[in-house]
């Protein structure tokens, strides 16, 4: 293991607990002695990269969990010449995709085995078990298959962890699964936001309301999680949450998905609209100011919106947001030629990750039936979001009738009424660029795929 910070230092105590032997490394000798401290049998806390590798056999395998970015690419210059063919490089970080195909290359170059993975499920699932997401050199898989399988998490005896595909395929799922993890959770924050002001809860009945929607289709992790968030209280009886900054912290990968979404023409509006929705929270100087020169006015309107509408749409929401991220590794899999397999990702995300929970089991079940098929057309899924319809029209009404911001039940609700929608004013669109550019656009009583342009009017003419 190269790296101890609180992820490294807990995959290897998962590691030992499972019966392997782990020689670690990390720049600060600090960390390495902590674990020392712990006895645990398996472990030796080596001084530098050369006393780490002297002490392995081939082919070795080198666990890299450094932060995403340029200690990666340090860390993999250090390596470089004192690795032997067939040595296997995992870097377990939350590394961009197109990083890990080109370390997968420069690797290859040397015949050393690059294996780029993706890992969730934060400081505990390390050491508990988390979700696995490994891509890459294929040959690495047969070695490192048993020690993976052995520290994942388990779902059903199943676990967590499968050979995702080629390249850059294993970063790549899982960037994907945190645009899902973003949009997860502003879909969460933006129905706390609602109840508070549609039932006029305070947090802790909020908080039991998430505990209730655990028991039914919405169970998952973060809504476990947020149940107990909103309960919890300071000694003086205050709710924490009441004093936690609004600004959300981003370090990155959400963004990536979104900009993949952009690559690979896959509109992924929930993903996106979340972290635009970061970015907005994290201005709170200028959220402020404006508030101040012209508050938003609110509506009274009576209408009644129930916990019930509002547990319907976060579902509904929840699946458009799923089917997205699910879209995107449907078509960057085409495009790179990858074979992923989204059935197998599903079952791989039913536990150990951040966004585990309920509705990957029909994900994965739909997946199965028909890989290339887009989750709002599965059966299971379009009966949902058909009921949940209304609940989705109310709380964005109620959005913007009191002035509440909800940028990711907007854009479901946009989404699903563009996607299902007969015709869109894109023909306008279509005829503003004929206008201005001569682009041309396919007449629908003509052929399909023949560009017509039509001889506008000059603007100036008087018409
Ligand atoms: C996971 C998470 C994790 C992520 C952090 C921080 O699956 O365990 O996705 O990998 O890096 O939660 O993410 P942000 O700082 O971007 O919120």
Not at 15 to 27: C, M, T
Not at 111 to 134: E, K, T, Y
Not at 266 to 280: C, F, G
Not at 370 to 377: G, N
Request: glycine share 12%; with cysteine.
């Amino acid at each position: 293991m190269v790296g101890l910070g609180v992820m490294g230092a807990n995959l290897c105590r998962n590691l030992l607990e499972h019966g392997f032997r782990v020689d670690a490394f990390d720049s600060d000798s600090a960390k390495g002695e902590a674990i020392a401290a712990e006895s645990r049998a398996g472990f030796r806390h080596r001084a530098d990269l050369d006393a780490l590798l002297a002490g392995l056999e081939p082919p070795r395998c080198l666990l890299l969990m450094v932060p995403a970015g340029a200690a990666v690419d340090e860390s993999l210059a250090g390596l470089a010449t004192r690795l032997s063919p067939g040595d296997i490089i995992v870097d377990l970080g939350n590394s961009h995709y197109r990083d890990s195909e080109r370390r997968l290359a420069a690797a290859a170059a040397h015949d050393i085995r690059f294996v780029g993975c993706g890992i969730s499920g934060g400081a505990r699932g390390a050491r508990h078990g988390p979700a696995l997401m490994p891509g890459g050199d294929a040959s690495a898989w047969p070695l490192l298959r048993d020690l993976l399988e052995s520290i994942a998490a388990r779902y059903d005896g199943e676990p967590c962890v499968s050979w995702i595909g080629p390249g850059g395929a294993g970063h790549f799922v899982k960037t994907v699964h945190n645009g899902i993890e973003y949009a997860d959770m502003q879909l969460i924050a933006e129905t706390w936001q609602l109840a508070r002001a549609a039932l006029g809860l305070e947090h802790d009945a909020i908080g039991r309301l998430f505990e209730a929607w655990n028991r039914g289709p919405l169970e998952s992790y973060l809504v476990q999680i947020t149940a107990i968030i909103l309960q919890t209280r300071e000694a003086d009886g205050g709710y924490l949450v009441d004093r936690i900054v609004d600004r959300a912290g981003q370090k990155g990968t959400g963004a990536w998905s979104s900009l993949a979404s952009f690559d690979y023409a896959v509109p992924a509006t929930l993903l996106a609209e979340s972290v635009y929705a970061r970015m907005l929270s994290a201005r709170k100087d200028q959220r402020l100011r404006v508030a101040a020169q012209y508050p938003a006015r609110q509506l009274e309107t009576g209408a009644a919106t129930t916990a019930g509408t509002l547990e319907q749409a976060l579902y509904a929401a929840k699946i458009l947001a799923y089917a997205q991220g699910f879209e995107l590794l449907q078509q960057a899999s085409r495009e790179h030629g990858w074979g992923l397999k989204p059935a197998v990702i599903a079952a791989g995300w039913r536990a150990g990750c951040v966004i585990r929970g309920a509705l990957l089991r029909p994900a994965m079940a739909a997946l199965a039936e028909d890989p290339d098929r887009h989750l709002v057309e599965a059966g299971v899924f379009r009966d949902a979001l058909a009921a949940a319809d209304g609940a989705l029209r109310e709380v964005v009404r109620l959005g913007v009738e009191r002035g509440i911001s909800l940028p990711a039940f907007g854009a479901a609700i946009t989404y699903l009424d563009a996607i299902r929608s007969e015709s869109l004013p894109a023909s306008l669109i279509q005829a503003q660029r004929d206008f201005f550019g001569a682009h041309g656009f396919e007449r629908s009583d003509g052929d399909a795929g023949v560009l017509h342009h039509y001889d506008w009017p000059d603007e100036n003419s008087g018409r």
